[in-house]
Nanobody, 113 residues
């Protein structure tokens, strides 16, 4: 099973990016979908999650700037990232957690002028 993540890139501070992650329908419909990131020299951290029941939460440092959403017909979870800061530079990973846990391949986000 593979989660297909995309949408990373280079953006200036204050800019926006939207990450996407597609999962197989059999997994997406039964799983909490999350975005993690790993900044240079740091451990992987949970950025945002969205449960099947609609619960959403965020890492404190991204609250008010990032928005996670699910498109159920497309089996896709998005992470809209606005007002990006240099400290948001990281490899971002999507994750599904249900009966099993799966990871996407990671997409690099670089925030720099």
């Amino acid at each position: 099973v593979q989660l297909q993540a995309s949408g990373g890139g280079l953006v200036q501070p204050g800019g926006s990016l939207r990450l996407s992650c597609v999962a197989p329908e059999s997994i997406f419909s039964l799983s909490t979908m999350s975005w993690y990131r790993q900044r240079p020299g740091a451990q992987r951290e949970l950025v945002a999650f969205s449960t099947v029941g609609g619960t959403i939460d965020y890492l404190t440092s991204v609250k008010g700037r990032f928005t996670i959403s699910r498109d159920n017909p497309k089996n896709t979870v998005y992470l809209q990232m606005d007002s990006l800061k240099p400290e948001d530079t990281a490899v971002y990973y999507c994750n599904s957690r249900g009966r099993s846990t799966y990871w996407g391949q990671g997409t690099l986000v670089t925030v720099s002028s």
